[in-house]
Nanobody, 118 residues
Framework: QVQLVESGGDLVQAGGSLRLSCSASGTLFSAKTMGWYRQAPGKQRELVAV???????NYGDFVKGRFTISRLHTNNTLYLQMNSLGPEDTGAYYCNAQFIVGPGGEFWGQGTQVTVYS
């Protein structure tokens, strides 16, 4: 069973930076895509950024050049560098991985909390 574990969430002042990490275990296969999603209280989960096997990358419209997603394909490790954080970025950030081969299917981590105060 694939397990995703996020880390790096914290309490940070507006304008600050954080780096989130996601580590996958339970498979030797490379995920087709890995991505970050977030969910603020009372809101739906939304895409932050996703990266595919061919290094295709897509960001949510709100990112506006502030975040950078990166991935180590060898061990399904995912990062999200977040700069110029604002209170609107507050929420739980979830790691997602989708497999076409190997375990197949979609997996989610438990989330890491990001809180930005002004």
């Amino acid at each position: 069973q694939v397990q995703l574990v996020e880390s790096g969430g914290d309490l940070v002042q507006a304008g600050g930076s954080l780096r989130l990490s996601c580590s996958a275990s339970g498979t030797l296969f490379s995920a087709k895509t890995m991505g970050w999603y977030r969910q603020a209280p009372g809101k739906q989960r939304e895409l932050v950024a996703v990266v595919g096997n061919e290094d295709f990358i897509n960001y949510g419209d709100f990112v506006k050049g502030r975040f950078t997603i990166s991935r180590l394909h060898t061990n399904n490790t995912l990062y999200l560098q977040m700069n110029s954080l604002g209170p609107e970025d507050t929420g739980a950030y979830y790691c997602n991985a989708q497999f076409i081969v190997g375990p197949g299917g979609e997996f989610w981590g438990q989330g890491t909390q990001v809180t930005v105060y002004s």
